[in-house]
């Protein structure tokens, strides 16, 4: 059975700081794994999905690697805004339904 | 493409009512999800159709949850006789079988408080 842990649970930064959220799994065997933000009582917003033949995947300050065989993966969070604070979740897909860690909830400090 | 809607956005119940919820996927998705999540926790795989076919459902899914996907296209899931462990957020997500290995797009969420 598929088990996904994303450590820290919480974590505090300053502004301008520069972060890594991690994300492990089980189970090598993925499609692919995405990670989403989630604001306090909202819906998921996706953020980066991965390939499974892929190594990593950016999209402006956010930076997504993928190493399968190892089963982890790490959200790299640039130059932090308090925008930014969010609960940040990972999930991973082998064609049926997706199985989430717990997420890890940021808060950016001004 | 307007995404993944679900309606209504929140719902407020009281214990041992009836609730029903929507959801209506990307119009050309053949694949529909849904998921639970409480607090401080990730969200949990209830049950996924394709087409109309429910091909799974999880042990989640106790007797007093049912969920139909009638013609295909939108899904509703009913909840009988709601208990105050039943407040959470139910999240639908959509997909496309095949394409992009299955990419899953996921609505606002409906939020569910029994008092």
């Known amino acids: 059975k598929q088990e996904v842990t994303q450590i820290p649970a919480a974590l505090s930064v300053p502004e301008g700081e520069n972060l890594v959220l991690n994300c492990s799994f089980t189970d090598s065997a993925i499609y692919n794994l995405q990670w989403f933000r989630q604001d306090p009582g909202k819906g998921l917003t996706s953020l980066l999905l991965?390939?499974?033949?892929?190594r990593e995947q950016t999209s402006g300050r956010l930076n997504a690697s993928l190493d399968k065989s190892s089963g982890r993966s790490t959200l790299y969070i640039a130059a932090s805004q308090p925008g930014d604070s969010a609960t940040y979740l990972c999930a991973v897909n082998r064609n049926t339904p997706l199985v989430f860690g717990k997420g890890t909830r940021l808060s950016v400090i001004a | 493409d307007t995404g993944v809607s679900q309606d209504p956005r929140h719902k407020i119940t009281k214990r041992g009512q009836n609730v029903t919820f929507r959801c209506d996927p990307i119009?050309?998705?053949?694949?529909l999800y849904w998921y639970r999540q409480t607090l401080g926790q990730g969200p949990e795989f209830l049950t996924y159709?394709?087409?109309?076919?429910?091909?799974?459902k999880s042990r989640l899914l106790s007797d007093r949850f049912s969920a139909e996907r009638p013609k295909g296209s939108f899904s509703t899931l009913e909840i009988q006789r709601t208990e105050q462990g039943d407040s959470a957020m139910y999240l639908c997500?959509?997909?496309?079988?095949?394409?992009?290995?299955?990419?899953?797009?996921f609505g606002a969420g409906t939020r569910l408080s029994v008092l």
């Open positions: 991965i390939q499974s033949s892929q």
């Open positions: 119009s050309e998705h053949n694949r």
């Open positions: 997500a959509s997909s496309l079988q095949g394409m992009a290995k299955n990419i899953q797009y």
């Open positions: 159709f394709q087409n109309e076919a429910q091909l799974e």
